[in-house]
């Protein structure tokens, strides 16, 4: 993928990479020496047993992962945390968001709402009342902390006033 992205950046397109593999320090060090700048991580959790249960591997990974986004930033490369909300991590993601910004000065975050696909789990959806208190808590966040940008893909009023939006896709 490297020789891909490197052609890419020559043309003069602007690169914007998103992946849930973690980044190993000469992988960060390559990305930033051939031009990119930003990049997406997925990471729903920063809870080992937690990770475990969402990811479906072994939660060893998650060191790797958390060891990538230190390894981004020292490089230069702006790091997005893409976070689907599910009834296993909707009451960390305040504190997760609060940790990665202070020992990552990750400030770009995205949530998004569990939804259906290949891997639906109906026990997965967040509680609605969950649902309000996490918007709760993002809303305190970002006003208490100008430099975050955390992007809310998810209709609150939808979640909280429909009876069906366990059948819902990503906003």
Not at 27 to 45: F, H
Not at 51 to 57: D, F, L, N, S, V
Not at 87 to 100: C, D, K, T
Request: proline share 2%; with cysteine; charged share 25%.
């Amino acid at each position: 993928i490297i020789s891909v992205l490197q052609l890419v950046v020559k043309y003069g397109f602007e690169l914007y990479v998103s992946t849930k593999v973690p980044i190993s320090f000469n992988r960060a060090k390559i990305l930033s020496e051939i031009g990119v700048k930003k990049i997406s991580l997925s990471l729903d959790t920063i809870e080992p047993d937690i990770y475990e249960q969402i990811i479906g591997i072994d939660k060893k990974y998650l060191a790797k992962t958390l060891n990538g986004i230190e390894y981004l930033t020292k490089h230069g490369i702006e790091c997005t945390i893409k976070v689907t909300i599910t009834s296993l991590n909707i009451r960390q993601i305040p504190y997760m968001i609060e940790q990665l910004y202070s020992k990552y000065s990750c400030t770009n975050f995205m949530l998004q709402a569990y939804s259906r696909g290949d891997c639906y789990v109906k026990q997965l959806f967040a509680d609605k009342k969950e649902y309000l208190t996490l918007d709760g808590k993002i809303n305190e966040l970002i006003d208490n902390n100008s430099r975050l940008k955390i992007t809310k893909a998810y209709n609150i009023e939808k979640i909280i006033g429909s009876k069906k939006y366990l059948h819902m896709s990503r906003m």
